[in-house]
T-cell receptor, first 117, second 114 residues
């Protein structure tokens, strides 16, 4: 069953603690993305990666880190430097090769809700 | 820079009536445009997209959207709303020819009242 899997669904973080959110896809997509969703603010881009071993900062990268060691995986670490991490985090993937331009939509996982306790 | 505006935070419509959720966009070149729907505590589900060709695009669950280049708009429509259409709707844009991520609007909450 193809798709994007995010885990865990719910995550609780103590003050000063780093936590890692998992995102795995078996769609053979080149590009992967992390978005943060807050009420009334829509989706804001944290980081994205278009190819293995390469990634770029999005609009709100401060306090976050990522890695892309495998095509299928794009984990997001929320560090202690992120002062307001409570939010809903969404991972997505898409095809980027030019010959597949008709299929440019992104596919999303079910999200991870992170809460600071 | 790319941007999307969804001017209405909330749209209320009676069941069986037509619905419209508005979206305008800004890109420096030609756009790819998308609509997604989100149910509570879930990820985004793809509804439809405009790539090229016919300005009227048909998608999932009876939704359609019309691309209007002169007005830089891509409004989502449905002829007859269902209570089950109640959800959060997002418009997104990507500039054609680039590998940039989708840029999303802030979302519009649709409430269909029985």
């Amino acid at each position: 069953d193809g798709g994007i899997t995010q885990s865990p669904k719910y995550l609780f973080r103590k003050e000063g603690q780093n936590v890692t959110l998992s995102c795995e896809q078996n769609l053979n997509h080149d590009a992967m993305y992390w978005y943060r969703q807050d009420p009334g603010q829509g989706l804001r881009l944290i980081y994205y990666s278009q190819i293995v071993n390469d990634f770029q900062k999005g609009d709100i990268a401060e306090g976050y880190s990522v890695s892309r060691e495998k095509k299928e995986s794009f984990p997001l670490t929320v560090t202690s430097a992120q002062k307001n991490p409570t939010a809903f985090y969404l991972c997505a993937s898409s095809i980027t090769k030019a010959k597949y331009l008709e299929n440019t939509e992104a596919f999303f996982g079910q999200g991870t809700r992170l809460t600071v306790v | 820079a790319q941007s999307v505006a969804q001017p209405e935070d909330q749209v209320n419509v009676a069941e069986g009536n037509p619905l419209t959720v508005k979206c305008t966009y800004s890109v420096s070149g030609n756009p790819y445009l998308f609509w997604y729907v989100q149910y509570p505590n879930r990820g985004l589900q793809f509804l439809l997209k405009y790539i090229t060709g016919d300005n009227l695009v048909k998608g999932s669950y009876g939704f359609e959207a019309e691309f209007n280049k002169s007005q830089t708009s891509f409004h989502l429509k449905k002829p007859s709303a269902l209570v089950s259409d109640s959800a959060l709707y997002f418009c997104a844009v990507r500039e054609r020819g680039g590998n940039t991520p989708l840029v999303f609007g802030k979302g519009t909450r649709l409430s269909v009242i029985a």
